[in-house]
């Protein structure tokens, strides 16, 4: 099954702060995806996908249901720049992998250190 992601951009996370998502995956007919036996993985890049910043973690709330928390520390919001990408690639339990979701993360700067 070929999928096109969605967009979604972050436009509340602080640098040096701690910040989570709750997401629920969906089919094209609205329908949750059952994740049990997939894989999630989401990672925050440059544009020019040459510098990682991080790897989300990822916590299953729900897979009957499509439910995940994505989550990132304090410290790894640290080395955010200004403006960075995400994206969430599912891995179903036979290997196949597709891009659900994409987006930019727009980060501003806290005061207090």
Do not use: H
Request: hydrophobic fraction near 35%; aromatic fraction near 14%; glycine fraction near 8%.
């Amino acid at each position: 099954m070929s999928v096109q992601p969605g967009q979604f951009n972050i436009t509340d996370l602080q640098r040096r702060a701690d910040y989570d998502i709750q997401l629920q995956f969906k089919d094209a007919d609205g329908n949750p995806v059952d994740l049990t036996g997939w894989t999630v993985y989401a990672q925050v890049w440059n544009q020019g996908r040459s510098t990682k910043y991080a790897d989300w973690a990822v916590t299953y709330t729900n897979r009957s249901i499509g439910s995940v928390s994505l989550a990132l520390t304090d410290t790894q919001t640290e080395t955010f720049p200004d403006e960075c990408y995400w994206d969430v690639l599912l891995e179903n339990p036979a290997g196949l992998r597709n891009y659900w979701l994409e987006g930019i993360v727009y980060v501003s700067e806290g005061y207090t250190a």
